[in-house]
């Protein structure tokens, strides 16, 4: 075993070079840019010395004790000085056949509240832990497989940096050796963390569960008693193990906020401060592990903030997304078509090739469907596809999982009755039965077989547990959960390598899907147009704060949906081309595409003519209304309201859409906060038709319009 102490040797042995101090001490230099809006000079890196691993990119730091054993003695925020750590803890705890084992770790420090580098030399490895041996260090890989296929903006962040990986083993348990991956990235204040777990034994093991990450970091109050909700430090964490939501914070995940018993100096006197951070799965996973194979965890991702503004922490997070799933910019253009009549289909597709949209989704309740492989089936949706690809546009459908009940041997099963029923939906298919394996291999031989590159996928895997023993993917209530997830994310990962474009309405972007919904309640569309159209629009507000725009879809009812009669519907179009027209602006303005769901895009020449010309102004704009959003002002129905995109590597710099709910005329002085464009000291600013006007900017790099937006109306004001 390679012993850390014999660093000079190790690291020779791996060709991972010794840093001076000078090295050192770059390690923990500060970027001079702020990394929204230009790319730090300074990217990621590793250094290491006898007694430490660093990892950071001027944005951020991990620095790795490597002895007596490894642990994270060091999570710091760059820019700010901010110091995440406040104890050590070990790097992961894994439970393997009914034990809990530390990996890595130091045991002794003599206060929690906080923590000094001279208490490290007399600390020791944890008890019964598993023991560091050596690192390796590299280029991260480039993510998941994919091929772009679609429009992408042209300012695109790229995933790049460095991972070291840790190595462990346990003297009582003979070839079972656990790895650790840290990864950090050029331009991100981003570290992620995973690990794995090898078996080289002689026999299978059981792990009942594992935690990932573990930080014991300051807390943000000293409350001597409970308050009615904790404050929570800058940091932001997620993980891929998610599903059920239309957010990450919504979803069922995998992170949790601990207490800490070992701080007793903590000033809350019942010692209740959630002062630990941990990214663990709830249940399980409960995986047996076969002699000679391995079981690798989600990657769960620290985002180091550096401060507690909404915009700027919203931002942070949807560069996240750009740099480590680029495919949520893909952005195409499509209508949910209501019929599969290949007539139909046929003259949906011609309209969307006239007026410029770019995919046709056979929407719910159009009578596709993709469990049925018969030629009959395959053959007409074969010669679709290739009619909509002879008109350069792509096809695909929509399929439904999760919330339909199959049957007693297939359906989910209550842990409590033992009968099928508690599922998140009610009644919900196990994907581990056999029905459920058979199902996901029939979308993809039905995708392969016709060609479509669009899989609408809706009740995706929504975290039910199952308590069935006799469903062939999973053993039982333990590892169902797990399996389950593994096997939907396989799907994703595969479709996603084959260039299908995927709308879900779980968070499963980090496994490959392209777009979720903004955030609405699907009656609401039942409602009068007026409303639809304001509501809409603070759907849109409220749900890019955490997404950038081509992540997320609305919804724009062209036939009935769930009822509302003729006051919802926007069919016949030609009657209703003034919310048509508000329902394009608001949507293509954002940058969030709807479906719009009914049997066609337009039904007279001055429809088309409106389709024609919201699309041609979209498609002329297109970088900058799918760049991010600064929110302006959000829709109350009684004054203005606004949003404004940016983006400071364009020569357009921002776009904003004022709107004007109200009946009459409205003249107002609107700031416009510019400091993300990237402009300093003038901003040249055209508003609606008028002609450009230079602006100087302000100490906080806004600048002041006079406007005028009429009547139910709108105005756009671009920024160069």
Known sequence: ?????????????????????????????????????????????????????????????????????????????????????????????????????????????????????????????????????????????????????????????????????????????????????????????????????????????????????????????????????????????????????????????????????????????????????????????????????????????????????????????????????????????????????????????????????????????????????????????????????????????????????????????DKESGKPGGAKFGNAPCSGSQWGIEYYQSIEDFIEKTGFTVLEHDGPYPGDFCASTTHPGHEGYGDSQWKQWRQATNLYKDLRAKGIYMNLPDIYHLSGSNKIGIGYREVNWSLPREQQILLGRQNIYDGTWLKPPSMAWTFVPLSQYHGGGAAATLEPLAEHLHEYDAHMTQNYGSGVQACYRGPRLYDTNETKELVVQKIAHYKKYRDILNADIIHLRRPDGRDWDGILHVDPKLDIKGYALLYNPTGEDLKRTISLPLYYTGLTTTALIQVGEDQAMEHELSRDYSTEVRVSIPAHGYLPIIIK
């Not at 390679?2 to 791996?14: G, I």
């Not at 690990?195 to 930080?215: A, C, L």
């Open 1 to 413: 075993m390679f012993k850390p102490c014999l660093t000079l040797l190790s690291a020779l042995l791996l060709s991972v070079p010794l840093w001076s101090q000078g090295d050192l001490n770059s390690a923990r230099s500060v970027s001079k840019n702020d990394w929204l809006i230009q790319s730090p000079e300074i990217k990621a890196n590793i250094f290491v010395d006898e007694k430490e691993l660093i990892l950071a990119n001027g944005l951020v730091s991990r620095t790795i004790r490597i002895t007596p054993n490894a642990a994270t003695v060091g999570l710091k925020n760059l820019v700010t000085g901010e110091e995440y750590i406040r104890a050590v803890k070990p790097e992961a705890l894994v439970s393997i056949d009914g034990i809990s084992y530390p990996v890595g770790g130091l045991a002794g420090q003599k206060e929690h509240g906080y923590l000094k580098d001279e208490w490290l030399d007399d600390m020791t490895s944890p008890e019964n832990a598993f023991e560091f041996d050596r690192y390796e260090i590299r280029e991260i890989d480039s993510g998941l497989s994919w091929e772009r296929r679609r429009w992408i903006p042209t300012s695109q962040w790229e995933r790049k940096g460095k991972e070291a990986i840790f190595h462990y083993s346990h003297p009582k348990l003979e070839g079972i050796l656990v790895e650790i991956h840290y990864e950090i990235y050029d331009n991100l204040p981003l570290l992620c963390k995973w690990i794995e777990v090898v078996n080289e034994g002689s026999q299978s093991v059981r792990i009942d569960h594992f935690t990932g990450e573990i930080i014991a970091h300051p807390e943000k109050n000293n409350y001597v008693d409970e308050p009615s909700r904790w404050d929570l430090p800058n940091l932001y964490m997620e993980n891929d193990y998610a599903f059920g939501g239309f957010t990450y914070v919504e979803s069922p995940n995998a992170i949790s906020w601990e207490l800490d018993p070992e701080y007793t100096s903590q000033v809350n006197w019942e010692m209740k401060t959630p002062c630990v951070l941990k990214s663990q799965p709830a249940i399980g996973p409960d995986y047996r592990l076969e002699t000679g194979s391995s079981f690798e965890s989600f990657h769960t991702y620290v985002l180091v903030l550096d401060g507690t503004d909404r915009e700027r922490n919203g931002l942070s997070i949807r560069k996240i997304y750009r740099t480590l799933a680029p495919w949520i910019t893909e952005n195409p253009i499509f209508l949910h078509l209501v019929d599969t009549k290949t007539a139909k289909v046929k003259a949906a597709i011609d309209q969307c090739a006239e007026t410029g949209y770019e995919m046709v989704i056979l929407s719910f309740g159009s009578g596709l469907n993709m469990e049925d492989l018969s030629d009959k089936n395959v053959r007409k949706f074969k010669e679709l596809v290739d009619y909509a690809h002879s008109k350069d546009i792509e096809l695909g459908g929509y399929s439904l999982f999760s919330s339909r009940k199959i049957g007693a041997e297939t359906d989910v099963i």
